[in-house]
């Protein structure tokens, strides 16, 4: 019965820049803000009205419990669609934030990984879980986790486009060429429309010599595609996850806050 759906599930791809996008936000390297920016620029633009979703594709599940599903309240998750045990829709949870739900994870995601190696169409399964679901949201975030693996594959299969979050230190360039080549094989191989969505400065230290440096290195490179916005270093961006809470319910004001919702208007402004 594993992963029987994940065969002629290639449908046509919607165009980039429709509604109904979906984004994966993917950088192997670990501790650079996916889930930071994927929780939070998901929940400012639901604060615009936008329909969100996060999937949370990572099986330390902190995009889950960073909108406020402890791991107990998590009954049924992505595994489950993975396996084709629970259809997707039956999966999907509210959040304390109008206008947005997650499909949440568990550690059992772990489990996937593995078995997707055997299973036939194994970068296309969770394309196949989410089509149906693209034309209920503007706009559907997949957090990946801190690998190149197949779950990160399957996410980049499974999207439209790619958001790199990236911490502003030495080693950010040298993850950031591994990463655009896995990009690019998946680009040749499965998901030819896939495209960067956008580059963005994360945990930004203005005074920090080594911040510039490297941002500039970024942008001579990525040029456009590297956001305007950046986000700073704040702390209560670091504190809401404990409370379950994205920054916009805990603390509106903050600097954090209006970085990501500075964000959310120049993402918007992308779309066209
Ligand atoms: P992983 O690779 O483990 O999934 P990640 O890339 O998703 O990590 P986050 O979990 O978003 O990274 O962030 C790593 C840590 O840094 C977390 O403790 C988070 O609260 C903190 N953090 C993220 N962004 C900021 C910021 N702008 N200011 C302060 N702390 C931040
Ligand atoms: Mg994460």
Redesign the pocket.
């Known amino acids: 019965m594993y992963y029987k759906e994940s065969i002629n599930q290639e449908k046509e791809n919607i165009m980039p820049n429709t509604l109904g996008k979906i984004i994966a936000?993917a950088?192997q390297?670990?501790?650079?803000?996916?889930?930071?920016?994927?929780?939070n620029l998901a929940a400012a633009l639901a604060g615009k009205r936008k329909k969100v979703l996060i999937v949370d594709s990572?099986p330390?599940g902190?995009?889950s419990s960073?909108v406020g599903l402890s791991v107990q309240s998590r009954k049924k998750h992505l595994y489950h669609a993975y396996t084709g045990d629970t259809p997707i829709a039956d999966i999907l949870c509210g959040t304390g934030v109008k206008n947005l739900k997650v499909v949440p994870s568990s550690i059992d995601l772990v489990a996937t990984e593995i078995e997707l190696v055997a299973a036939p169409g194994r970068e296309r399964v969770l394309k196949g879980i989410l089509e149906e679901l693209r034309g209920s949201f503007d706009f559907i975030f997949i957090?990946?986790?801190?690998s190149l693996g197949l779950l990160t594959v399957n996410a980049l299969t499974a999207s439209d486009s790619v958001l790199i979050?990236l911490q502003c230190e030495y080693f950010a360039m040298e993850g950031l060429a591994q990463l655009v080549s896995t990009i690019r094989s998946v680009k040749k191989s499965y998901n030819k429309n896939l495209f960067i969505e956008g580059l963005l400065l994360?945990?930004?230290d203005k005074r920090n010599k080594l911040t510039f440096q490297v941002a500039d290195k970024i942008t001579e490179h990525f040029q456009k595609q590297v956001y305007s916005t950046v986000?700073?270093?704040?702390?209560?961006?670091?504190?809401?996850?404990s409370h379950g809470q994205t920054i916009i319910e805990y603390d509106n004001q903050s600097t954090?806050a209006q970085?990501y919702n500075q964000l959310a208007n120049e993402f918007l402004r992308k779309q066209g």
């Open positions: 936000v950088n390297k670990g501790g650079v803000g996916k889930t930071t920016s994927s929780v990572d330390q902190n995009a960073g957090d990946c986790p801190p979050p994360t945990m930004y986000i700073p270093r704040n702390v209560r961006l670091s504190e809401c996850p954090g970085a």
